[in-house]
């Protein structure tokens, strides 16, 4: 069983990079999943749009989904 951890104020998830134990390896970025992560959030007051949270779902969603579908 993987340690669990939730991020608050998560940003574009530079902490959870931090956890993945990422690397470059021949000019790519690869991420070792040690941790699950149980709950994100961000909010950036004044701003309808929420930026810095869309590139984090966009970086771990659409790994979390390729990881459920095998």
């Excluded at 998830?13 to 699950?36: D, M, Q, S, Y």
Aim: charged share 30%.
């Amino acid at each position: 069983m993987k340690p669990t951890t939730v991020e608050l104020f998560a940003g574009v998830g530079g902490f959870r990079v931090g956890l993945n134990h990422a690397r470059l390896i021949e000019g790519k970025t690869v991420e070792e999943p040690l941790w699950e992560t149980l709950f994100m959030n961000q909010w950036e007051p004044g701003s309808r749009k929420q930026d810095a949270f869309s590139c984090y779902l966009l970086r771990y969603n659409s790994r979390e989904r390729e990881r459920e579908s095998l």
